[in-house]
C-alpha cells in the first residue's frame, strides 16, 4: 500500500471552532488531494497540491483552507466548522496526475 | 462546468451475473480515465484508460474507453460476493491537474 497516512481519523469537534486535518506520505509524490465524500454526491474535490507552497481549489472549497509547507505533509483546515462540513475526508496523492491516485484511509469528522 | 457521470447509481444482480457500468464525462483538457472500487474505506484503483478501443482486463474485471462519444464502461463478469462494493469513475484534467469523481454505481451481489 501506498505510504499515506490520515489524522486524525475520527473527531468530533463543536460548530465555530477550527478544525486541522494532516495528511503525511511516504511517496514523495509531487501531487496531493483534498476530497469530502457525502452520500448522494460521490467524491468532491475541495483542494490540491501540486508541489510544495502551490495549491488551488477544487468544487467544494469555500469554508476550507489548506497548506503545503513540505512535501510530505499537506494540511487541511475548517476555519469555523459548520455542521455541513461533517463528512468522511480523503487525502490522496499521485506521482504525476496522468496516473493513479493512491487514497489514504479516511476522517471521519463530525460537526456538532 | 467539469463533470463525470455514473449510471447506473445503484445495481443488484445474482452472483454469477456479468454486470457492465457506465461512466460518461463531459470535460475539458481531458488527460485520463481511472476506475476505483470502495468497500468499507479507502477507494482502491482499478484501471487507467488513455486511449480508445484499448481494453484493460485484470481476470473478471475490464475496462474500455471511448473517446470520441465521452464515456467508458467496466464489466465484471461472473460475478461474486465480493464484488460487492462502490464503483468509482473519475476523470483527469490536463488543464489544471484536477482529478474530478462521479458519484459512483453501488454494486450488490446476492449469494
Known amino acids: 500500500d501506498a505510504g499515506i497516512t490520515q489524522s486524525p481519523r475520527h473527531k468530533v469537534t463543536e460548530t465555530g471552532t477550527p478544525v486541522t486535518l494532516r495528511c503525511h506520505q511516504t511517496?514523495?509524490?509531487?501531487?496531493m488531494y483534498w476530497y469530502r465524500q457525502d452520500p448522494g454526491h460521490g467524491l468532491r474535490l475541495i483542494h490540491y497540491?501540486?508541489?510544495?507552497?502551490?495549491?488551488d481549489k477544487g468544487e467544494v472549497s469555500d469554508g476550507y483552507s489548506v497548506s503545503r509547507s513540505k512535501t510530505e505533509d499537506f494540511l487541511l483546515t475548517l476555519e469555523s466548522a459548520t455542521s455541513s462540513q461533517t463528512s468522511v475526508y480523503f487525502c490522496?496523492?499521485?506521482?504525476?496526475?496522468?496516473?493513479?491516485?493512491?487514497f489514504g484511509q479516511g476522517t471521519r469528522l463530525t460537526v456538532v | 462546468e467539469d463533470k463525470v457521470v455514473q449510471s447506473p447509481l445503484s445495481l443488484v444482480v445474482h452472483e454469477g451475473d456479468t454486470v457492465t457500468l457506465n461512466c460518461s464525462y463531459e470535460?475539458?483538457?481531458?488527460?485520463?480515465l481511472l476506475w476505483y472500487k470502495q468497500e468499507k474505506k479507502a477507494p482502491t484503483f482499478l484501471f487507467m484508460l488513455?486511449?480508445?478501443?484499448i481494453e484493460k482486463k485484470s481476470g473478471r474485471l475490464s475496462s474500455i474507453l471511448d473517446k470520441k462519444e465521452l464515456f467508458s464502461i467496466l464489466n465484471i463478469t461472473a460475478t461474486q460476493t465480493g464484488d460487492s462494493a462502490v464503483y468509482l469513475c473519475?476523470?483527469?484534467?490536463?488543464?489544471?491537474?484536477?482529478?474530478?469523481f462521479g458519484k459512483g454505481t453501488r454494486l450488490h451481489i446476492l449469494p
Open positions: 488513455t486511449s480508445s478501443g
Open positions: 497540491s501540486y508541489g510544495v507552497k502551490d495549491t
Open positions: 511517496e514523495n509524490h509531487r501531487y
Open positions: 473519475a476523470v483527469s484534467i490536463n488543464r489544471d491537474d484536477k482529478i474530478i
Open positions: 490522496a496523492i499521485s506521482r504525476v496526475p496522468n496516473t493513479e491516485a493512491f
Open positions: 470535460v475539458t483538457n481531458f488527460r485520463s
